[in-house]
């Protein structure tokens, strides 16, 4: 098999689509026939009189595309490529007239006007196959870019947001709104070299220097007026990427390809405290219903502080917040366990949730999250028991759990099962 070609951050004219040497070159680099196939049976059923598309089919389709992608790792501007050649002769069939090109794939008229994939107020749109695909396969690439700039000078990071839980199925691009987030959580052994790692984000080519100029000024600032010592904080903050540089993946596309980083760092002992590793299990006693976590954070909340149970039941809490020079200090919940013992994860667990996805990291932090996973699945055969009748899931207990890929939900479920 010939290997895929090395992706890099320097514009690269775009080849077309419909090229056949372009086909069989992809074909040739990883095993895309059920990719076709799927995405086939997806176009059939979108293009009907009276269009369903019901969520397995672009669910399976956003698991296989999953699965070929693992063979372009660092190659993601390749696959792209590949992936749009795939695509496109697909939609060649009696379907559309003429193979679409990358603006048409984004955009594919044959999805958006099914009622998943429409934009309604306050509805999040679910985005098309290809666009989840490019926009996937964007952030994993830039991902690689920041490990490789961070991994030295951090204890590790844990992967979140759509593209640990929505991986090929919900990344959605700026065609209309803002785009999707990539979420980290990051690890540093002391809050002393929070400046200096925030810094780092200077080598990311992607990366808008002012953006990055921010993040430097409110970490010192952080460090400064001693927040580090409150509350077992975290120093939350975003880069904006491919504002200021064309991303190649998106050369000749009419679509803005900017997107924000989110990142949340913790110091070990604040890691330590969202991990609960000082409490055996998860239980009332002798840790208490709650557990909390303060937020620096660049803006204001609007929100409450939103979390659910096992159950997919909702719990949102009122929550303080005080300013702090230009950022705001929030007072969020770690976990809530209510007065009928049904235990609520947090925002910054449930970053760590579903998946448990440690991108990077030392062995100290993967035992560490390994023991968190135990201790959460524990948590929920304990309520599964006081319960029996009750249908509760790991997967439920996520707050954006309705916008999950239906694989990773198969997956997430499927790994707390225990004799």
């Known amino acids: ?106 955009a594919d008229t044959n999805f958006i006007r099914l009622p998943a994939y429409k934009d309604a107020p306050g509805v999040r749109r679910r985005p098309t196959p290809f666009e989840a695909t490019v926009e996937t396969a964007r952030r994993l690439r830039d991902l690689n870019s920041v490990e490789s700039v961070l991994k030295d000078v951090t204890e590790g990071a844990i992967l979140g947001g759509s593209a640990s839980y929505g991986r090929f199925f919900n990344v959605k691009g700026a065609i209309s709104g803002k785009a999707s987030d990539l979420d980290l959580l990051i690890v540093i052994d002391d809050f002393a070299h929070l400046a200096d790692m925030c810094k780092q984000f200077e080598k990311v080519r992607s990366a808008d220097a002012y953006a990055v100029e921010r993040l430097v000024h409110r970490a010192q600032s952080f460090v ?92 949102r809490l009122a929550i303080e917040t005080e300013p702090l020079g230009e950022s705001f200090l929030r007072r969020s919940h770690t976990y809530f366990i209510d007065d009928r013992d049904r235990y609520y994860p947090g925002m910054f667990q449930n970053l760590i949730l579903p998946q448990f996805d440690v991108r990077w990291g030392s062995t100290s932090l993967r035992r560490g999250v390994d023991s968190f996973r135990w201790k959460m699945v524990e948590r929920l055969r304990y309520e599964q028991r006081v319960r029996p009748h009750d249908l509760l899931r790991l997967s439920l207990s996520h707050t954006r759990s309705q916008v999950f890929a239906p694989h990773t939900i198969r997956s997430v479920d499927n790994s707390t099962h225990m004799s």
């Open 224 to 315: 400064h007026n001693g927040v580090h010592l409150q509350g077992f904080p975290i120093f939350s903050g975003k880069v904006t990427f491919w504002s200021s540089v064309a991303d190649p993946v998106m050369k000749g596309s009419s679509v803005d390809s900017k997107y924000d980083v989110s990142i949340h760092v913790a110091s070990r002992p604040v890691m330590d405290h969202i991990l609960l590793r000082d409490m055996p299990r998860i239980s009332v006693e002798p840790a208490g219903k709650i557990r909390m976590t303060s937020d620096f954070r660049e803006t204001q909340p609007s929100r409450l502080d939103h979390q659910r149970n096992f159950g997919g039941g909702d719990l």
């Open 1 to 106: 098999m010939t290997s895929p070609e090395k992706s890099c951050d320097s514009a690269s004219t775009q080849p077309p689509a419909d090229t056949p040497s372009e086909l069989q070159a992809a074909k040739e680099r990883a095993d895309w026939d059920r990719v076709s196939q799927i995405y086939d049976q997806c176009l059939t059923a979108a293009s009907d009189s009276e269009p369903y598309l019901p969520d397995i089919l672009p669910g399976f389709l956003a698991e296989v595309l999953a699965r070929v992608s693992a063979n372009y790792f660092g190659a993601e501007d390749q696959f792209v490529r590949d992936a749009e050649n795939v695509l496109a002769s697909r939609s060649a069939r009696d379907v559309t007239p003429s193979k679409l090109s990358f603006n048409e794939l984004y």
